[in-house]
């Protein structure tokens, strides 16, 4: 992990990888019923609806490599099923951790191939090594056309950045510090979907939205979680259902404020955008 990130191959073996696809399927129906899947970019949080993707976010693969990344108390807090189509945008370069804000810079993804992830069809790029500083870059509006809506961090150069091609069923597992991105899918390489999980140390606090009455700063801790591996020392406080499954918001890359009962909900968690 000198680098920031690891390739874990064949997580997904042939018959898991055919029912996770039929699985997102299903969710897709699910939850945006009457909408072609090619028009869905992401949603957020399917692990919610669906036990085989609670399953594979535990898949002994994925979990060996964040406990050597991470150490052996692992929660989940996460996770994002993304539909590339033809002409779907990419995001422009981020930092997960940016979004996600753990105390202790744990913040690991597991970004599963659903189908071979190529150059053509918008397959994660990254900058190998930029997770080393700690430093998270500013970022500032863009207007790129091959990203969508979101901000994009700046500071840095980016001749060093090479892309991730994955066959179907592997892993990328990269740090929240890392900085990546994704360019659109040009239709030469058909359908790009993935499967996201976002982790961290159980060991550390997940402030993840904003202070509320007597709620101190440095005590705030989402507790929306999943325990992945080992123990949760902050078992006492329970865990809350504060999520809930949805597709990403107009505009592509979801700039809207997520609704919920016809409000925007402060205390709903906004992770990483279109990857």
Known sequence: ??????????????????????????????????????????????????????????????????????????????????????GKPGQAWHQDEAHIPTRDRSLTAAWIALDNATVDNGCLWVLPGSHRSGVLYPVRDQEDVRFDCTMEAYGFTDDDAIPVELPAGSALIFNGYLLHRSLPN????????????????????????????????????????????????????????????????????GCAPVMQNGDASSRTPHGPRAQ
């Open 186 to 253: 040009n239709g030469r390489a058909g359908m790009r979907r993935a499967l996201v999980n976002h982790y961290m140390s159980a060991s550390s606090l997940l402030p993840w939205f904003s202070p509320s009455g007597d709620e101190a700063m440095g005590m705030l801790d989402h507790r929306d979680i999943e325990l992945i591996a080992g123990k949760d020392p902050y078992a006492y406080k329970g865990t809350a259902d504060l999520t809930y499954p949805h597709v990403r918001p107009e505009r592509q890359g």
């Open 1 to 86: 992990m000198d680098q920031g990130y690891m390739v874990v191959p064949d997580v997904l073996d042939a018959d898991l990888l055919e029912r996770v696809l039929a699985e997102t399927t299903a969710i897709c129906q699910d939850v945006m019923s009457g909408t072609a899947l090619r028009d869905i970019l992401c949603i957020h949080f399917p692990h919610k609806v669906s036990e085989l993707f609670r399953q594979v976010a535990r898949h002994p693969a994925v979990v060996s490599a964040l406990t050597s990344m991470i150490g052996p108390d692992v929660k989940m807090m996460q996770s994002m099923l993304f539909i590339k189509s033809e």
